[in-house]
Nanobody
Framework: QVQLVESGGDSVQAGGSLRLSCAATGYPYNRVCMGWFRQAPGKEREGVASISTGIGVTDYADSVKGRFTISKDPANNTVYLQMNSLKPEDTAMYYC?????????????????WGQGTQVSVSS
C-alpha cells in the first residue's frame, strides 16, 4: 500500500525559508513522478513542483520558480521541497503526491496517491 507522509510545515515570516519532506513507502520509488501541491482556503489545489525520481527531471509553477527547489533522496525514499524567499501568498496546506507514470507534470488530477498535508503559513 502506498503511503506518503509530509512534514516540515510551520509558520514563518515573509522572506524566510522552510523545507518540506515527503517520506514514501509501498511502491517503486525510482520509477515514479512525485509532486508538491498546495491549497489555500477558498482556492483550488494547484501544482507547485514535480520530479521524475528516475531521471531527476523537474518542473515548477511559474509562481515559485527561482524560490522553490524540489529534490530527492533515494536512500530514504524521500522528496523534499526547499522553499526560500517565502511570501504571504505561499500560505497554504501543502500536499505530497505520487503517480506511477514517471513524466513530470503539475495537474493534481494526474496523481493517484496523496499525503495528508502539512500547513505552511507566511506572515507579512
Amino acid at each position: 500500500q502506498v503511503q506518503l507522509v509530509e512534514s516540515g510545515g510551520d509558520s514563518v515570516q515573509a522572506g524566510g525559508s522552510l523545507r518540506l519532506s515527503c517520506a514514501a513507502t509501498g511502491y517503486p520509488y525510482n520509477r515514479v513522478c512525485m509532486g508538491w501541491f498546495r491549497q489555500a482556503p477558498g482556492k483550488e489545489r494547484e501544482g507547485v513542483a514535480s520530479i521524475s525520481t528516475g531521471i531527476g527531471v523537474t518542473d515548477y509553477a511559474d509562481s515559485v520558480k527561482g524560490r522553490f527547489t524540489i529534490s530527492k533522496d533515494p536512500a530514504n525514499n524521500t522528496v523534499y521541497l526547499q522553499m526560500n524567499s517565502l511570501k504571504p501568498e505561499d500560505t497554504a496546506m501543502y500536499y505530497c503526491a505520487a503517480d506511477a507514470r514517471p513524466w513530470v507534470r503539475l495537474q493534481p488530477g494526474d496523481f493517484a496517491y496523496w499525503g495528508q498535508g502539512t500547513q505552511v503559513s507566511v506572515s507579512s
